[in-house]
């Protein structure tokens, strides 16, 4: 289950009982939900509608391209594109500076992918409710089609437009980061490089001399009991707290010393120490809570990902039906036994599932007791099998599982279930990575740690597996597929 932390968890270690009743009758008082002081009402409003209205701008001037109106069926398609779009394609990327060229081209590629998903919700809810579209219809034809292009180069217009403003009628604040860590290190690393924020890091505060601060960081300002006077001498307008999640000695001090300012104090809580997997901010009715171990599929995402796993399992199983006829009937005629073997393992929040694959193998285990790793040349692999396990076509059974929902495409692969509860006592955080469904391929297999059953070798798969969670995007998915395809001739780690 998830792990969440509410935010008092943070005051209950390092604010003492007097300042907590002040931020618990701060708390009770009515909250604004409007923007925080990152942005600009405009910048906040221009980065959450930008893309769902210039998508929806764009149908109407296709549509009247084409002499027709945003009426009936069309006017349903721009309510839903809007929908989809605030929430698939997520805050446009106008606070962002620009990019090389290799890192633009990679955001226009995630745009398309999200815009495909968006496209393909549309569609089904359009299916659904009885409405049809001709597929030959241009004015809609090229709305898709060029849309992702419109979305990105109108980022990058608008950023520099927004930005051009900014620097003109703006004048940038002076912020401070209190505690030279790698959360703060990394804190002012994002400040420089989103200049519409127009935050000027005039330094650090840390109690450390300097020669034992990164040389990144530069010499301190002064110690953290000097940041109240500091802020008041020169006019520090945001003071950013990056801390651990462990009582910290002065903290207290620090913030009633800057009670007397007008500064805006910020907690940056560094999580590092925990080992976090897709930590955020959720609010229930009111009460602000930290996740520190969740699922990175969540709302629209997960819809995503589902959408993904369907299309392009229906796609591989289209192009691929014959070659799978083709194995199953090498299998029967290679050796005896079932052409499907079929065997337990752990799928999403640890749940059992059954997992397919063409039998490679004279023998069968059923994985929950007992658990043989296959090595080289081992004789339990009939030829065919050896074949079929190279290539990896062993898995293609997989596919209908991903159908089913059991499995996805890309994901952590499904250990069976004596080999969970062996390295489950050997390997930290080993059942977090069954916060997500298990895939046919992963970010382990593609790196090369797609055999072994050896301790060292399975840290590095579980490593593998948690990066994946903590920085899974569709465009890692495609990275991964694309990958793997290009392993199935040449891993030498297959047997």
Known sequence: MPVVLPLSFLGDMMIDEPLMAD???????????????????????????????TAVAFLAFCLWLGHRTLTGTYFLIAVLTFVGAAELLGDSRIDHDAAK????????????????????????????????VSASDRALVVWFAFTPIVLWGGTIGMRQALLYVGIKHANPRRAIIVGANKQGILLGKKLSEQSLMRVNL??????????????????????????PDFVREHGVNV??????????????????????TV???????????????????DVLHGMPMIAVNESPFFGV?????????????????????????????????????????????????????????????????????????????????????????????????????????SMSLVGPRPHAIAVNEHYRRLIPSYMFR??????????AQVNGYRGGDDLPTMTKRIQCDLEYLKNWSMWLDLKIILRTFSLLWGDRDAF
């Open 434 to 443: 069954h916060k997500v469904k298990p895939g046919i391929t992963g970010w």
């Open 23 to 53: 931020l618990d009758r701060a708390r009770s008082q009515p909250q604004s939900q409007d923007v925080t002081s990152f942005d600009s009402s405009a910048v906040f409003l221009i980065k959450a509608l930008f893309y769902p209205v």
């Open 263 to 281: 500064a805006s104090v910020y907690f940056v809580p560094d999580f590092s120490s925990l080992s976090n997997i897709q930590s955020r901010v």
């Open 202 to 227: 005039l330094g650090y505060f840390d109690d450390r001399p300097a020669n034992h601060l990164p040389s990144l960081v530069g010499a301190p300002l002064g110690r953290i009991i000097d940041v």
């Open 101 to 132: 060229i290799p890192q633009e081209l990679r955001w226009l590629l995630d745009m398309v992918l999200r815009w495909i998903a968006v496209g393909a919700c549309v569609g089904l809810v359009l299916y659904l409710s009885g409405l049809r």
């Open 301 to 405: 995402r997960s819809v995503a990902k589902r959408v993904s796993d369907i299309v392009m399992s229906f796609l591989i199983l289209l192009v691929l039906w014959p070659v799978l006829i083709a194995v199953a009937v090498g299998v029967k005629c290679s050796s005896s036994g079932p052409a499907i073997f079929k065997q337990l393992r752990y799928g999403l929040d640890g749940s059992e599932i059954l997992v397919y694959k063409f039998r490679s193998m004279t023998v069968t285990e059923d994985g929950v007791t007992r658990y043989t790793q296959v090595t080289r040349d081992d004789n339990r692999v009939t030829p065919f099998g050896a074949f079929i396990r190279r290539t990896s076509l062993d898995e293609l059974p997989q596919l209908f599982n991903v159908i089913e929902g």
């Open 239 to 260: 003071v950013y707290i990056p801390l651990p999640i462990f009582p910290r000695p002065g903290i207290t001090k620090l913030l009633r010393g800057l009670r007397d």
